[in-house]
């Protein structure tokens, strides 16, 4: 079946404009994670959804960042005013059940590499 | 809280060459512990798991040990090929949202 994917795959912006990266989850997959890799911060966690719940989004690295996820499927994480330090790579997984506790195998989609010029 | 130590490379090793990535961790309780790798341009990948203590995971010639008394899951595969270069993340799921906590990975590269 399809795996996770995500959208899209390469974003060149200039600082200050605003970006939406997207994910797909596998389908069925309950639980949806965003993690950002870049050169000095290895993976970091930005934010977890059980369903279209958020329950804590304090991962996140400023307010400039928000996410949402609607009918328990696609995610959109969007960056406003982009700025040089958010160039990374914006890694989506999803598993079938997630939340703390959970050791469910999290599956990754490609990511979407995010330059800020 | 938890976290995951690896060591960090990079490595370069020749083919059929035997491989050792350390990965000790800090944890509460007896989590999973999962490696993951990432080919050139590609996203994460699972490579294997370990669910309790003595577990062992393998997959592809690589295996990993879930060490409880050295609190430790080091990879070890006994001949390198080329097309292992890749960078390895060992992960834990320790974050309270049940978020992996990751390794900052470990650069393989195998020459012929």
């Known amino acids: 079946g399809a795996g996770v994917s995500q959208s899209p795959s390469n974003k060149v912006t200039e600082k200050g404009k605003d970006v939406e990266l997207r994910c797909d989850p596998i389908?069925?997959?309950?639980?949806l994670y965003w993690y950002r890799q870049s050169l000095g911060q290895g993976l970091e966690f930005l934010i977890y959804?059980?369903?279209?719940?958020?329950?804590?989004k304090s991962g996140l690295p400023s307010d400039r960042f928000s996410a949402e996820r609607t009918g328990g499927s696609v995610s959109t994480l969007t960056i406003q005013r982009t700025q040089q330090e958010d160039s990374a790579v914006y890694l989506c997984?999803?598993?079938?059940?997630?939340?703390?506790?959970?050791?469910?195998?999290?599956?990754f989609g490609p990511g979407t590499r995010l330059t800020v010029l | 809280g938890d976290s995951v130590t690896q060591m960090e490379g990079p490595v370069t090793l020749s083919e059929e060459a035997f491989l050792t990535i350390n990965c000790t961790y800090t944890?509460?309780?007896?989590?999973?512990l999962f490696w993951y790798v990432q080919y050139p341009g590609e996203g994460l990948q699972l490579l294997l798991k370990?669910?309790?203590?003595?577990d062992k995971g393998s997959n592809k010639g690589f295996e990993a040990t879930y060490r409880k008394e050295t609190t430790s899951f080091h990879l070890e595969k006994g001949s390198v090929q080329v097309s292992d270069s890749a960078v390895y993340f060992c992960?834990?799921?320790?974050?309270?949202?049940?978020?992996?906590?990751f390794g900052k990975g470990t650069k393989l590269s195998v020459k012929p």
């Open positions: 389908s069925g997959h309950t639980a």
């Open positions: 997984a999803s598993s079938y059940v997630g939340g703390a506790g959970s050791y469910n195998e999290q599956f």
């Open positions: 370990a669910t309790k203590a003595d």
């Open positions: 959804f059980q369903g279209n719940s958020a329950p804590d």
């Open positions: 944890a509460t309780g007896y989590p999973s």
């Open positions: 992960a834990l799921p320790g974050g309270s949202q049940g978020n992996l906590i």
